[in-house]
């Protein structure tokens, strides 16, 4: 096994082929009103969206790219909201597609429900939880009684034998509360947990942005509690970079000040600490996953639109009218997104350009350029002082098993979220 293997994962096929997950904004209906809703989700079902027939046809394109097919995570607005929700599940486990649910966490989300939705197939949920009190949690969600039903429906699906995603927005109001999210990750239990770094787009635009040194900061402490939590990244694919550091300098010294960590991450430490996070056993690392807008990840919108990303608003066409295997393979977005070498500013500069790529959604959001250089990320390209031991980490690779991928570099051909991908206000990717 390769050294990189233990830092990165890539995937097992060809990207440029076949993405690693999909994302269907089923519905833009919901009875929340999130502050950073990417979907500016609103009360009532949109008369365009992809009715039934429709929607089998698109978990009918997905099954199309090839065993095992993509994964389809079926996300919002709130999926609830759909009454031919638990068909649509069963349809896709009858065309071999393995099907997750991304739900609002409103009172539709009861105990019978998820049992319906286990019954007809699905692999696993993915819930939200931005705070670790119902006044942090139901303050940024808008509704009060969001955290308990929240926690409640992540029992009773992990009752049932349900994988369990949880995805947290990393944002002003909860950067100094996360290790008291990931606490409570801990003590329930999860499949994953996905720090989610803000896209300026829909209602986020209004949320202001954290600087570079805080992103660097809370990406070396995700890393950290990946020994606690199984942890990743959502939209900030500079993760990967953080890991490859990391994995270099644990056998050089202390990653704090050649890193140039700051306060931020200082206090998240000691409070990880307190809460004994870093104590007890230790589990195995997850190595992120090589994935990207366009490059293993794939949005369909609910009207049947195809996007890089749920926060890439730019289309490159319609299920209605060609299909998500052609669109994904050939389009002149997706496949210019798959170039490292049409980055620009400091990504297209950077040694990690091939691994991390940075967020083409946030880089779209901010200068409306898909190309741009990442803008919450401050790493200047070639300063990292171990080019030697980091240049033989980036000369392997290997696959979703862990096993050493032959001839190629990581990341050569893909790259965002990985696990279950994000819910409905998130990428993803």
């Known amino acids: 096994m390769s050294a990189a293997a233990h830092a990165i994962r890539r995937q097992r096929h060809d990207a440029g082929e076949r993405p690693f997950i999909v994302i269907w ?11 950073h809703c990417r979907a500016e989700a609103v009360p009532d079902r949109d008369p365009r969206e992809l009715d039934t027939v ?17 994964l ?7 999926p609830f909201q759909r009454p031919d929700l638990t068909e649509l599940i069963a349809y896709g486990k009858e065309v071999g597609v393995r099907v997750a649910v991304s739900p609002s966490g409103t009172p539709t989300l009861t105990a019978e429900r998820l049992r319906d939705l286990h019954a007809a197939g699905a692999v696993g949920l993915s819930l939200s939880l931005d705070g670790s009190t119902a006044e942090l949690h139901d303050t940024f969600r808008r509704v009060p009684g969001v955290f308990r039903w929240t926690l409640d429906a992540w029992d009773a699906a992990r009752a049932l034998g349900m994988k369990v995603q949880i995805n947290t927005t990393v944002a002003r109001h909860n950067l100094h509360d996360l290790p008291d999210i990931v606490r409570i990750v801990a003590e329930h239990g999860a499949m994953l947990w996905s720090a989610f770094f803000l896209v300026p787009t829909g209602r986020g635009r209004s949320l202001g942005a954290l600087t570079a040194g805080e992103v660097e900061d809370v990406l070396n402490f995700v890393y950290d509690v990946g020994l606690t939590v199984p942890a990743k990244t959502t939209e900030a694919h500079h993760f990967r970079r953080v890991a490859l550091q990391r994995q270099v300098l644990a056998a050089t010294g202390d990653h704090m000040p050649v890193l140039g960590l700051g306060p931020l991450y200082r206090e998240l430490r000691e409070r990880a600490t307190e809460l004994g996070l870093d104590a007890g056993a230790r589990r ?11 490059r293993g990840f794939v949005f369909v919108s609910h009207t049947g639109t195809v996007h890089p990303s749920g926060f890439l608003p730019l289309a490159a066409g319609s299920v209605r009218e060609t299909p998500l295997t052609e669109i994904y393979r050939t389009s002149a977005l997706f496949t210019g997104l798959r170039d490292p070498d049409r980055l620009g500013g400091r990504c297209g500069a950077c040694e990690f350009r091939r691994v991390c790529g940075g967020s083409r959604s946030r880089a779209y959001g901010v200068t409306g350029d898909p190309y741009a250089e990442e803008p919450w990320c401050g790493y200047v390209p070639g300063s990292f002082p171990h080019q030697r031991e980091l240049a033989a980490l980036l000369s392997g690779g290997a696959d979703t098993e862990g096993r050493p991928v032959r001839g190629h570099t990581v990341g050569s051909t893909s790259n965002q979220n990985g696990g279950m991908g994000s819910p409905k206000r998130r990428g993803v990717a």
């Open 72 to 78: 389809f995570v079926i996300t919002g607005g709130d």
């Open 25 to 35: 904004e089923s519905t833009r209906a919901c009875p929340l009103a999130c502050l």
């Open 54 to 70: 429709a929607a089998k046809d698109l978990l009918g394109q997905v099954a199309a790219f090839g065993q095992p097919a993509p």
């Open 284 to 294: 195995v690392r997850r190595p992120p996953l090589d994935v990207n807008a366009g």
